[in-house]
């Protein structure tokens, strides 16, 4: 049906992290965290290193690398020129995460860092000011350094009452500034990266070479307390302030996982990797139960949970009011192959069924209706609101003579993925709002570079750090102003 269905209060917006786009990495008493010390979070070595006097894991950054993050597109200092550049597009909602290393350095702290609390309070302001509703995200790979390299991270109990601290210190300052808080992103991420997503590290190891070994303990330990941490966030929320809107963000390209045949090994291969790969956390966050096929794991690598009676009726009685994703792409399951991860979703074998794929060097395939998908498998499985706070297109794109940028592939990309939410909202998903990652060039998050652009605005800064940081519209901006002025009716126009 060729007619929009976005409610009136959708929230149409866009989407960034503190960790790619704020830089001032050190500055105003902000403490290195955990994505400071690699170049992007697919990195296999990050940079710390074993000091034998210390017997500790200290941070050693590579001179021969470039760490982009570091300065990002310099948000900290440029925020009030890009979110007025946010509000030309009409943007009602702005994503964005406070680093916890600017509100606490060391993560461990009795008294929070003045000068961090402020910035978030002025950011805050500034996106009220031009009426855009902040969507905050309180971790988003950002833990802090100290917090792996003296405690171990997630792996160490002790954990919940750091975050306990820092998220009360957050909810009390920016009590009428924020409603939606998303708790940690993308945290299914954790058993891949175990230590940018998961924040997890082997401060014992037995083999200092291999800082990314980490054991199946260690890692269900942090599953757990981070379980607890999560729940423990929506009671407190809901605690100091009635009107938060407390959320869970999972990646869920995952979910759209197809079986390559009607195989029944296929087809139960793509069941168990949506399980493992999204549901083992939607699950406890959304239902308050931790399912059986996460109890069958544990007992078949021998992991024995500490988790106590009060702490499981913590996870039952406090689940989260609304499920946030991130969704890029669909992926396929067959027994033929290894299927491999990246920061888009999950790569198998070729579906010989889509059209398209974005172009070089990255070829993600596009599949729009994997989004409708999505939209449904969730609603189906939690029966809560949905927000997308994560679709778009990386691309390598260079200004014309001119200074121009026709980004034609995104604007199609991006009018057939809203048409088909328009759809799962005539299904019945209640869709509360979508927000484009990232609608300012930024860092790109799994490869630290600035040659993979999802932006509506362009961002003069390229991958060896050179670049004036001005900023310009691509061709999309005016585009994607009409969709929003126009609540999405302006898709269904010829």
């Not at 000091?51 to 200290?58: A, H, P």
């Not at 406070?98 to 609390?117: H, Q, S, T």
């Amino acid at each position: 049906m060729n007619k929009s269905f976005f409610p009136k209060d959708f929230l149409w917006g866009g989407a960034v992290a503190a960790n790619q786009c704020e830089g001032a990495w050190l500055e105003d008493g902000k403490q290195p965290n955990v994505t400071d010390i690699c170049v992007g979070i697919s990195t296999k070595e990050p940079g710390l290193a074993w000091n034998e006097e210390t017997g500790k894991w200290e941070m050693k950054l590579d001179p021969e690398k470039v760490y982009l993050s570091h300065e990002g597109i310099d948000f900290y200092h440029r925020y009030k020129e890009d979110l007025a550049l946010m509000a030309g597009m009409g943007f009602n909602s702005f994503r964005t995460s406070i680093a916890w290393g600017r509100i606490f350095p060391n993560g461990d702290e009795e008294e929070p860092n003045e000068a961090g609390l402020k910035f978030y309070e002025d950011l805050f302001k500034e996106m009220r000011r031009l009426g855009m509703e902040p969507v905050i995200t309180l971790s988003h790979y950002e833990t802090p350094l100290h917090l792996l390299t003296e405690y171990g991270g997630w792996a160490n109990r002790k954990m919940i009452g750091f975050w306990e601290k820092y998220i009360r210190t957050v909810f009390a300052r920016y009590s009428g500034l924020v409603k939606y808080w998303l708790t940690f992103n993308e945290i299914n991420n954790m058993f891949r990266r175990p230590v940018i997503s998961g924040g997890i590290l082997d401060i014992h190891p037995a083999d200092t070479t291999k800082p990314l070994v980490i054991t199946e303990h260690d890692r269900w330990q942090s599953y757990c307390n981070l379980l607890v941490a999560n729940a423990m966030t929506v009671k407190i929320g809901h605690e100091m302030n009635p009107d938060y809107q407390i959320g869970c963000m999972l990646s869920s390209s995952a979910v759209a996982t197809y079986p390559f045949t009607c195989d029944p090994d296929d087809v139960w291969g793509a069941l168990n990797l949506q399980r493992i790969a999204n549901f083992y956390y939607g699950d406890p966050f959304c239902l308050g139960i931790i399912p059986g096929y996460v109890k069958r794991t544990w007992r078949e690598v021998g992991y024995e949970s500490d988790l106590t009676d009060e702490e499981l009726q913590l996870i039952k009685d406090y689940t989260v009011d609304f499920f946030s994703f991130s969704y890029y792409r669909s992926g396929t399951f067959s027994k033929e192959v290894k299927n491999a991860f990246d920061t888009g979703g999950i790569t198998g074998k070729e579906n010989p069924y889509l059209d398209h794929c974005s172009p070089e060097p990255w070829k993600w395939p596009v599949d729009p209706k994997g989004l409708r998908y999505t939209l449904n498998v969730l609603t189906d499985r939690y029966h809560l609101p949905l927000m997308i706070v994560e679709n778009g297109i990386g691309l390598d794109e260079t200004p014309d003579e001119n200074g121009k940028i026709f980004d034609d592939f995104r604007r199609e990309y991006v009018r057939d993925h809203l048409i088909q939410v328009n759809e799962a909202i005539q299904d019945g998903c209640e869709v509360l709002g979508y927000l484009y990652w990232g609608p300012i060039d930024i860092v790109s998050a799994g490869t630290g570079e600035m040659k993979k652009r999802y932006g509506f605005v362009y961002v003069d800064r390229h991958n060896d750090g050179t670049g004036t940081m001005a900023r310009s519209k691509k061709e999309s901006y005016d585009w994607f102003r009409e969709v929003v002025e126009s609540n999405g009716s302006c898709l269904f126009e010829d």
